[in-house]
């Protein structure tokens, strides 16, 4: 299978490719195995945070500022918290789809679904094949993940903010699974079955938490999950893939936009908003099936290859991929 990356890496000879000690790029990356472990801690360090996030809003209740205040400023921390959190986690449902959560093809997509997709509303057996699409055709206008079509302006924040994006996201992929040759309609009945389950269980622990008395952790969540959960996931592909010099006024799901791909690096930022890997997102395209876990190793290596030059291009931070994108998007 052909993986779109970017157009200097498009023709690597990856069994001439070799390291300044004569290692090939082949046999190095056949060494890479997953690191399960090292998955499930950060899985696991993402649930203690929605943990801590709750009980820190439950305790700012009426502490320090007076019962209005203090809520407010929970409400909006706790919303914040709670959504980044939630679209660091919903990043390794991505990782599931490349088969790395767990040795075993079946308990990976059992353990995704359970753990991520049934309180995130993604099935991912029904996921798997319209992101496999996305690596075959990224920028151009097959491409079942198209964020990045459209500019990043104040109408894509907006959209983002309030949830229409997402919608019009799903809408995609439903039109994606219906146009699937196989097992098309088994797989459009998983994509609805894990919405309502997600629907259920999230419903449910508002409840729960209304009834216990926990107002301002239930409204943290419901803004957190329905506000700055989108918002984060939607932008984050805009970073990955958008060109700097893409038009505002071209639509490009009837024009190729190109294949782009960005190196964000290892800093907190870059390894939450862009966690599971997505901070090395060239390098994942690259490779697509090799585990996060070894992606920084993997970049090491190339940079004592002769594509160290093209590596470097390609580095970025996402404070300053946004605000050039937001410029650009505001200047046509």
Known sequence: MTFAVVPEL??????????????????????????????????????????????????????????LADRALGVSLGALLFGYTLAFLHLFLHEAAHWNLAPSRTWNDRLANLLLGSFLGVDIRSYRPIHWEHHRHLGTTRDTERSYFESLSLRFVVEALTGIRVLRVLAGRRRALA????????????????????AVLNLALLALLVLSGNYAVALAWALGLGVVFP????????????????????????????????????????????????????????????????????????????LRDALLTHRATYVGTFVRLLRAGAAR
């Open 10 to 67: 498009r023709d690597l000879d990856k069994e001439r490719l070799r390291d300044a000690r004569g290692t090939s790029y082949r046999e190095y990356v056949r060494s890479l195995v997953p690191r399960y472990g090292v998955v499930w801690l950060h899985i696991a360090c993402g649930y203690a945070v929605l943990l801590a996030v709750g009980l820190g809003v439950a305790a700012l209740d009426g502490r320090w500022l007076g019962v």
């Open 179 to 198: 146009s699937a040759p196989a097992k098309g309609e088994e797989r459009a009945a998983r994509s609805r079955h894990q919405p309502f389950t997600a």
């Open 231 to 306: 918002f984060f996931a939607s932008v984050r592909q805009v970073l990955e893939h958008r060109d700097e010099r893409a038009r505002a006024d071209v639509d490009y799901a009837s024009v190729d936009h190109g294949a782009v791909n960005r190196m964000f690096g290892s800093g907190p930022l870059a390894s939450t908003l862009g966690g599971a890997g997505f901070n090395r997102h060239l390098l994942h395209h690259l490779e697509p099936q090799l585990s996060y876990t070894r992606l920084a190793e993997l970049e090491r290596f190339l940079l004592g290859t002769e």
